[in-house]
Nanobody, 124 residues
């Protein structure tokens, strides 16, 4: 069984930065892809970013392209989301997810394991 635990959320002013971390545990952890999603109050969960666990392919939502960067540390079984130039509309609960197989990177249903989420709040 794979467990994902997010950390690094918090309150930040607009224009600031945060770095989210996702630590994975499990006897054998070798996902095809890792992703970040977010859910704002009253809205559906949406794709933010993803990357291949092996290789360099990355994917970003248009709303975060150029501001967010997804990275990974295979040795630590961890994936990160560096968020810069944060805006109030980035306020949401951010979820880490792992996909076992090659399915569309942007689709929520492509991911098999999910973390509990970490709150990110961006003030004006």
């Amino acid at each position: 069984q794979v467990q994902l635990v997010e950390s690094g959320g918090g309150l930040v002013q607009a224009g600031g930065s945060l770095r989210l971390s996702c630590a994975a545990s499990g006897r054998t952890f070798s996902p095809y892809r890792m992703g970040w999603f977010r859910q704002a109050p009253g809205k559906e969960r949406e794709f933010v970013a993803a990357r291949r666990w092996s290789g360099s392919s990355t994917y970003y939502a248009d709303s975060v392209k150029g501001r967010f960067t997804i990275s990974r540390d295979n040795a630590k079984n961890a994936v990160y989301l560096q968020m810069n130039s944060l805006k109030p509309e980035d306020t949401a609960v951010y979820y880490c997810a792992a996909a076992r197989f090659d399915r569309p990177a942007y689709g929520e249903n492509s991911y098999d394991y999910w973390g509990q989420g970490t709150q990110v709040t961006v003030s004006e």
